[in-house]
């Protein structure tokens, strides 16, 4: 079993910048992918980035290619989601996520574990 939990979300203005860590409760951490997520109201929970155990191989959905970056540490146990550029549609609650890495299709991961998410509110 693999506690997630996440922070560093917030309320920020278009164009702006935030940091979500990823904290992991067990060093299997590093036996795993991991992958962010997020939920905007009323919608459905999307794919936004993933990460492979090693930290060298990463997939993102197209609309945060080039904004966002995922990363992890795994001495740390920690995960990270670097946002920039931030737009109001971005707004959403993010979840990670962590599970064996062994899709080769989005989200790129099996999600076995799940944190209970941070709010990310983009303001225009």
């Known amino acids: 079993q693999v506690e997630l939990v996440e922070s560093g979300g917030g309320l920020v203005q278009a164009g702006g910048s935030l940091r979500l860590s990823c904290a992991a409760s067990?060093?299997?951490?590093?036996?795993?992918?991991m992958g962010w997520f997020r939920q905007a109201p009323g919608k459905e929970r999307q794919f936004v980035a993933t990460v492979n155990p090693s930290g060298g191989i990463t997939y993102y959905t197209d609309s945060v290619k080039g904004r966002f970056t995922i990363s992890r540490d795994n001495a740390k146990n920690t995960g990270y989601l670097q946002m920039g550029s931030l737009k109001p549609e971005d707004t959403a609650v993010y979840y990670c996520?962590?599970?064996?890495?062994?899709?080769?299709?989005?989200?790129?991961?099996?999600?076995?574990?799940w944190g209970q998410g941070t709010q990310v509110t983009v303001s225009s």
């Open positions: 996520a962590a599970g064996p890495g062994n899709l080769s299709y989005p989200p790129y991961l099996r999600t076995d574990y």
């Open positions: 067990r060093r299997t951490f590093s036996m795993y992918a």
